[in-house]
């Protein structure tokens, strides 16, 4: 089960750290994503991280602004976010996903490839 915290009402150019943990540790060797969803919007990916660190993407609109890391032992995806934008406001859900190909394939982007969903924590940037 994957459990999403760290949201919150921050204004424009602020930082926010968000995590996700696998609670009963089953998807230890799982690829980890991030990915969020706007009111009236499709939920759209954010960013990608492979078990062992080989793979990491991002979405261009986030590129160069947020960092996402994990914490094997914790079972902890992080994903760090800088000089935030009211754009950015969205429910971020984190997803696992076991499909070994998930990066050459092309496909880490598509949440349909993501079995496993949080519930999500709400980012609220204020202008």
């Known amino acids: 089960q994957l459990v999403e915290s760290g949201g919150g009402l921050v204004q424009a150019g602020g930082s926010l750290r968000l995590a996700c943990v696998d609670s009963d540790g089953t998807l230890e060797y799982y690829t980890r994503a991030w990915f969020r969803q706007a009111p009236g919007k499709e939920r759209e990916f954010v960013s990608a991280?492979?078990?062992?660190?080989?793979?990491?993407k991002y979405a261009e609109s986030v590129k160069g602004r947020c960092t996402i890391s994990r914490d094997n032992p914790r079972n902890t995806v992080y994903l760090d976010m800088h000089s935030l934008k009211p754009e950015d406001t969205a429910v971020y859900y984190c997803g696992a996903s076991m499909r070994y190909d998930l990066f050459s394939s092309g496909r880490y982007t598509s949440k349909i490839e993501y079995g496993h969903w949080g519930q999500g924590t709400q980012v609220t940037v204020s202008a």
């Open positions: 991280i492979s078990w062992g660190d080989h793979d990491i």
